[in-house]
């Protein structure tokens, strides 16, 4: 197979055009933040019950069924919030937004209550009715938001020295804005798609902002090993050569971590889905921003001070 | 064969084997029938778990718990000549530290400097200067958490669950984890409950009917003050539900009052009312429900489900410290035979307190209350010697069983709330690690046919490398204990696609120099050289990423961590050293004109 091999695209002469698509994603990314991300209950505090059924349900029944809720000696109307299906028509996810004055075992208390309420379609044994069942205070999930920016934040800084001292702070300056240009971008599409952010989005996150860089590194590789060659002058043409050089390995290395990624997609049931579809995101928008932003910043970078 | 290639041979295999070695307790252990499973004997199934890829919570279902001291209330527990200064002080302390991250002795101080609260009026005992004091409070805090734990650690033990772990976290939380618990209700309640056993006197008829009337007067009075208020005047609604008024919300049983469970949040409204509380604190005296529900037919010949109120004095004769043990057993004779029961031991001392608090009680009642519901309210017939006593009025064998152990382990010095929980149930785990597994060897298939497709011979190589990365990733896994949770599965599918990577970059640099002219050897030798920089780079920044992700997050997110850095470590080590040796040998038994790349 040789279809990638001994390509001479010219790159950076799509530059200004890569420059005006990111930018575009991005202003329309940072717009769809402002207007809310879906933060899941690791975040915002809340509860999550996943429930199995014997019997297929209808969300509605849920709903009515979750009008009035008696817990400790409170009376609640939940029959408004999020109730969906997850995975099949018998098994139900319903996210609570945390509550003013949570009773003690508040999702306890809600189980039971539908449990109690559709005696024909539960199965017998309560604890098999029970898929999953996560409560979040408030105060813990604003910790929780605090640690996953820390986290972020601390992954870009050390980074950027590592890069720094591996090769220059030119090269460091490129990859970290590459960096948070697939953050925002990702983000902006969790933004569109309404996907939940969860504790292991964050996780994708991470190895996205590892990935993206992986790339990165092995055009910027090049792009050091050519200066060497051609006396440390850097040129649009230089980066050019060291995109296509490594271009085929980019594409091949994506393809096959992609492959995996839609495996995941397709069988790896509900509660892994968010996590591969920020990966899907990620590798698409990090393997394109390799080439267009950390290759063509840096480009841009030595042209104005030199 | 020359040397140095035997020598890599060996120190290959031995790693190799080393990996085997490694998961060989995990096999055995997955290739168990459950009949066998359920007959290890206890030193067998210590060997396996120790030896053992641990599966993460996640996977094996359980319970994930973090308990956090309720501080305000150990502090107005503290607190000395409360006054309602105090409690207002308190009360906006505990609202804002519900949705504030920040420690809460700083708060305190906070708050206290802005209320203008002269804390040495309140914690003379504990120091004379603000300073002091809360040194003192900021210790009796950290006490009180390590007593919790001691505790709780009591309960996981008589409970009986397979690995518990049980640890601080921060000075006033503390995290309990317990795989294979089935019964999330039950464990839940098992760790929480504060187990406070108080033994209370309860009001006679006429006192408590002279207070009825007296909150029913108070009542009245709220309403005619609500009234006043405009914005009140057209909210009907709010004011029929206060216009029923206190007795109107009771129902007679027997001797006993009762009241009907859709009006118990009426209930507390009126209990909480400022006028109510302080005609109830005149008076030493508070109410109390029952512990559980019972179903009655009402006069309309409905059933309706009601829970017994009692009218008490607000001062306990005795408190769970002096029980010496406590038991299961099931009732032998009377109304009640066949049910589970709490039969109490207490100690020396208490003995001598129930003998003379029976003594001096005859033919009044005293209830047996339990976390602030009461259990049971019998006559005291006559003195009681030798400290026994029975506590009845339990649901189930389980629940009399649960609360003896709780008991027996002592009461929390302070409450504790949950701030954080999430429950897997068995199905759910099952379920992630069979689709789990199934993507894995799905996506495994899909990229070697690639690989192989794609570089033909080469790929085959590659291949191999691709296959024993994972081997030996999970056998690290194993010699590390470590513990693999569900996106810690999702880290090994990515690496799977990952750890292709160092191969495809040394593979590319081969053709390139083979390109270049290279001879087939020269050109394996330059490929390898050449790209080593850039994969350990490469590798190295998804490293720091991965060591981030460990120091932040919690269960789960560190088994992705975990996973996903020694993934890049064992894929570095099979994608250079083990391909190398695999390129060197070949080209070493004969000159290969054509590389199949």
Redesign the interface.
Known sequence: MKFIENTKIKFMSFKKVGFALSATLGAGSLFLLMLGLNLGIDFKGGTAIGLSFDKEVSIQEIRSVMESISVGDQEFNLSTEEIKYFGSNKEIMIKIKSQDNTPENFGQGIVNHIYKSMPTKVPEDKNMFILSLGAVSPKVGSELSGKAFWSIVSALVLILFYISIRFEFKFAVGAILALVHDIIITLGIFSLTGYEITLSTVAAFLTIVGYSLNDTIVILDRVRENMKSSGTVLFESTINKSINQSLSRTLITSLTTLFVIVVLLMYGGEVIRPFAFTMLVGVIVGTYSSIYIASALLATIYKSSN | MNNTLRTRLLSILFIFGLGIYALLPSIRYQLLSDDAKNNLSQDELTYFESKSIKQGL?LKGGIYI?LEVDLPQLINTLAKNKDKKFDKFLEELSKD?????TDFFTLFEEKALEKDLKLPKYFISYGKTKDQIIEQLNLESADSINRIIEIIQNRVDQFGVAEPTIQKQGNNRVIVELAGV????RA?DLL?STALLELMIVKDIESTNTIVRQIDNLAAMNIEKTNDDVDQLFDTNNSDENGLGFSSLLIAVGSDLAIS??N??K??NILNQDNVKQVLDATGSLFLTGNSAITLINDFGEEEEIYLLYHLVDNAELTGGVIEDAQMRLSQSGVSAGQATVQVEMSNEGSREWARITGSNINKRIAIVLDKKVHMAPVIRSQIFGGGTVIEGMDSIQEAEDIAIVLRAGSLPVPV????????????GA??VS??T??ML??LF??IL??I??YKLSGFIASFAVIWTLILLLGVLALLGATLT??G??GL??T???S??AN??IF?RI??EL?NGKSVRSAIDAGYE?AI??IV??????????A??Y????G??KG??TV?FWGIIVSMFTAIIVTRFIFDYVTSKRTIEELSI
């Open positions: 996640d973090v530290y519900k949705n504030n991250s089935q019964d999330s209700e839940r929480q469970t859709s118990l949040s209930l507390q709330t949950i701030q954080e929980e999430r429950t897997v149930g068995a199905s759910l379920d992630s689709k789990g199934y993507s799905v996506g899909i990229v690639f690989i497709f794609y569900l996106p599965i999702a599918i990515l799977v696609g990952m292709v990577d495809v970059i590319e053709k390139e390109r050449r920089t850039t780079d490469a590798n190295l920044t998804t490293g720091i990423a991965a981030v992700l120091q932040y997050g919690s789960p997110i992705f961590a996903l």
